[in-house]
């Protein structure tokens, strides 16, 4: 059983098995172990994760759905090229949604909770930990920070749309790193927990359009940085 395969197993009890099989199957298109018109077979991917047709059958709709493979005739789920502009768009779809989820939810969290994820994020800046334990420490702090605010945002219907989309951000997200602790450079870290900082600060002053703000700040440089680790895994995809 594969890494992947194995993260889908651990999560069935807890009801996620569509949304685990999507994860898992978005991160092997990104690092190239499914190759763009590569073909998914319900049947082969059933056998390797250990489940029925139907959770199978969900999350190739819902991949489809995001743009990650396409559903034809007669072939069946085909994998998309991921290119830099794919990139673009995801993110500017993310933008629209959590900058107004950010607007929202100033005055709504916690002060107690955005001065944990301070200090959580202090930590990631000045820690002595080696790479391999600050990218899954950074890792979980951003995923915890985002649907935070999302959570806070007292819509529960942007809620939903921003979770739908996140398997796509945080695979990005992912490979990204997984580039940076491969060239012994974790700069993005640094960077990403400033953004992460300047958001957490305006939040603490409920300041919402600087809080807005920052997000599309940091959103932005995700753009850039996701963007250009995509063209350097596919460089025929531009």
């Not at 919402?208 to 932005?220: D, G, K, L, P, V």
Request: net charge neutral; charged share 30%; glycine share 4%.
């Amino acid at each position: 059983m594969t890494t992947s395969s194995a993260v889908v197993a651990a999560t069935f009890d807890h009801g996620r098995r569509r949304q685990s099989i999507a994860q898992a199957v978005i991160e092997e298109i990104f690092h190239g172990r499914l190759r763009a018109g590569q073909r998914l077979i319900t049947q082969n991917l059933a056998d390797r994760f250990g489940v029925s047709h139907t959770p199978i059958r969900e999350a190739l709709i819902e991949l489809a759905a995001l743009g990650i493979i396409d559903l034809l005739p007669n072939r069946g789920a085909v994998v998309r090229p991921v290119t830099a502009r794919d990139v673009r768009e995801v993110c500017e779809v993310r933008r629209i949604l959590e900058c107004e989820a950010t607007r929202n939810a100033s005055g709504r969290v916690d002060a107690v909770i955005l001065k944990k994820f301070r200090t959580d994020i202090q930590r990631i800046k000045d820690s002595s930990l080696s790479d391999r334990q600050i990218i899954p420490l950074a890792r979980e702090t951003d995923s915890r920070l985002h649907d935070t605010i999302a959570q806070a945002s007292g819509n529960a219907f942007l809620a939903k749309e921003i979770a739908r989309l996140k398997a796509v951000f945080r695979a990005f997200r992912d490979v990204a790193w997984e580039q940076e602790e491969a060239r012994n450079d974790l700069g993005r870290v640094t960077v990403e927990a400033d953004e992460h900082l300047a958001v957490i600060e305006a939040l603490l002053i409920e300041d919402s359009t600087a809080a807005a703000e920052a997000m599309a700040a940091h959103i932005r440089s995700g753009e850039y940085y996701w963007g250009r680790v995509i063209d350097m895994l596919n460089p025929s995809c531009k």
